[in-house]
């Protein structure tokens, strides 16, 4: 069983290391979940000579006011022969073997953190004591309760010490040892008090009742110990400290453990429950209770820690990985964010991600309505056929057909679709931009480097840029063409008119009748709509030729060309990654080191079971 305890003391110390102190965080908290025994009592409660008591040495700082400012967790460990040392955790490769000097430490440890001011702090310091005459236990010792500010300390002081010991004892792994001091009204107490509050039926608490031997003469502690005063699902435990003389003359341990013993077993009073009362038999009750919880714990304990190495997995994995230092290492990356961008933006247009199918909307929809609202019959009216015929004819009427007004109405009806046609290109080139943003915004890694990230949005909308232009010159190209060349076939197959169907002897403005002009009119229509039937068709390919193609083709080749001449620092700049993202990269892993290290711990020590 020895082995739990000292899993634990191997799991805090790695929490600490690493910066998991239990306290409220956006990193998951292992701290937490350990099982651990908290000693919580007001100033002058005794509560550092129960310590002292349990260990076997006088080692605390002692004074008046708030001695203790930061949490101290004590982890005891029973070794063989008859060495006894002590290590802090802040000095790996310093051994104590004077117990004064450990009593220095811990004060000057406690001022690093603090300054010489009496603030407190949550950040724990470890210490670890190795002797024959322990028990392996691990004990937090907690800031004592206090009820007024002493001078020196900010008045939120009273309620910072509070604070910071419900935090601990709340918490439901937490067993709390409440010390009380006899000779005071236990209705008093704060460790009782704040006990009830968070363990309102004592099932995580044990009550330690000390100054037993200092209480007015005709009284005695028996209502308490046997639980009839303040009833706990464990019986009391009563000590006798060391006085304040003893201290003084320093009496050793060993000797105050055999005076303690005589008291308990000498008191009529107490004689009767003398086998379950002192500091021996604390320390041996609380590491036999830890170790009973840790067992329980340890299953529990198993699948919090697979979980939380999925999700530290999984985040980190979002975050993606560290910057590369060498320029080859930053150029492959800043190659392979891009291929990812590059990637997701074509599955966009292939369908496999939404926003491709706008484009086939552009030209089964917005195009041919376009087409279709040009007014094309204002251009054929009446009047307008007859001013161009009869303009194209010039001083000399056409002989047979008006073949040069035929080639002014079809061209000047050709060429009001150049407006459709470059809103067709327009449109598409506004869907191919916003799909650029949509695969910047779903390419995780891209999040990482904000530089890196203008940057590629910038090159990928130039290169677009450059395709509407090349885009808009072709799709004008096919309106020019049809405008430059006219299908013959099609007035081949028109009907021959011999008649000119004008009379002599009217005016050359007016050498038409309407009839004959009308049926010039249809027959420009009929072809221009036969055109239209073509472009309809034409233009989209041109679109997608010059520009969905070339996206999904070359959308970053000019971006990766000037990449390969860009030196070190303009590398370097491209990744200069959110200092949030890579704080937090570097805090999930070392915590997902400690989660690792602690399955690996807590697989060993349960297979051996």
């Known amino acids: 069983m020895d082995n ?37 009592g007001g100033q002058s409660s005794g509560k550092s000579s129960v310590l002292e008591s349990v260990v076997g040495k006088d080692f605390l700082p002692r004074g008046s006011g708030i001695v203790t400012r930061r949490p101290l967790v004590l982890q005891l460990h029973r070794i063989d022969g008859d060495r ?38 949550t ?29 020196g300390q900010p008045e939120s002081i009273v309620q910072d010490i509070e604070n910071m010991v419900r935090s601990y004892i709340e918490k439901p792994n937490c067993i709390i040892l409440a010390v009380s001091p006899a000779n005071q009204d236990l209705a008093t107490s704060d460790a009782i008090k704040i006990s009830r509050e968070v363990d309102p039926k004592g099932e995580r608490t044990f009550g330690v009742l000390t100054k037993i031997d200092l209480m007015d003469k005709g009284t005695d502690a028996v209502d308490i110990l046997e639980g009839r005063a303040y009833r706990l699902q464990t019986p009391w435990v009563g000590v006798v400290n060391r006085s304040q003389q003893d201290i003084n003359k320093n009496v050793d341990m060993i000797a105050a453990r055999r005076r303690e013993r005589e008291y308990f077993a000498t008191t009529p009073e107490y004689k009767h429950m003398a086998s379950r009362m002192g500091s021996e038999y604390l320390g041996k009750m609380l590491s036999k209770h830890l170790e009973q919880v840790i067992k329980s714990r340890i299953p529990g304990l198993q699948s919090l820690i697979t979980k939380t190495i999925a999700e530290l997995e999984t985040e980190l994995n979002r975050l993606g990985k560290p910057i590369a230092n060498d320029a080859g290492g930053k150029l492959y990356t800043i190659m392979e964010i891009c291929r990812m961008f590059d990637s997701i933006y074509k599955e966009h247009l292939d369908g496999v991600r939404p926003g491709g199918e706008k484009v086939y909307h552009v030209f089964d929809n917005q195009f041919p309505v376009a087409i279709k609202r040009l007014q094309f019959d204002k251009q054929l009216s009446m009047e307008n056929v007859r001013k161009l015929i009869t303009e194209a004819d010039g001083y000399q009427p056409h002989l047979i057909a008006p073949e040069q007004g035929y080639r002014r109405l079809i061209e000047s009806c050709l060429i009001s679709i150049r407006g459709p046609a470059e809103a067709a290109v327009d449109a598409v080139h506004a869907i191919l931009k916003d799909l650029v943003r949509k695969a910047i915004n779903e390419t995780h890694e891209l999040k990482q480097f904000p530089t890196l990230r203008v940057e590629v949005g910038n090159a990928a909308f130039e290169s677009l840029d450059r395709m509407r232009d090349e885009s808009k010159k072709n799709t004008l190209k096919l309106v020019d063409m049809e405008c430059s060349y006219l299908t013959v076939d099609f007035f081949r197959k028109l009907p021959q008119d011999v008649e000119k169907g004008g009379n002599p002897s009217h005016s050359i403005f007016d050498r038409y009748n309407d009839s004959y002009l009308r049926r010039i009119g249809q027959t420009v ?58 704080e937090r990269r570097t805090n999930l892993a070392k915590r997902l080191e400690l989660y690792r290290s602690a399955q690996s711990e807590i697989d060993a020590v349960a297979w051996s079971k």
Request: proline fraction near 5%.
């Open 525 to 582: 229509l009929s072809y221009v709509n036969m055109v239209c039937s073509t472009l309809r068709n034409s233009i989209p390919k041109s679109i997608v030729y010059c520009q969905v193609r070339e996206a999904k083709r070359s959308l970053l080749d000019h971006f990766f060309t000037e990449l390969g001449a860009r030196e070190m620092k303009q590398l370097s700049k491209l990744l200069d990654e959110d200092p949030a993202v890579m």
């Open 123 to 151: 950040v724990p310091i470890h210490l670890s004591i190795f002797s024959p005459h322990v028990v392996n236990l691990t004990l937090i010792d907690l800031p004592g309760l206090t009820k007024v500010a002493v001078e």
């Open 4 to 40: 739990l305890i000292t899993l634990v003391n191997k799991l805090q110390r790695a929490c600490t290391a690493l910066g998991d102190h239990g306290e409220e965080s956006a990193l998951p908290t292992l701290w937490d979940s350990l099982p651990a025994i908290a000693v919580v």
């Open 84 to 121: 006894e040392y002590a290590e802090f955790m802040h000095l790996p490769r310093k051994r104590f073997t004077d117990f004064a000097a450990v009593r220095k430490e811990i004060a000057d440890e406690t001022d690093r953190e603090t300054g010489r001011s009496k603030q407190i702090s």
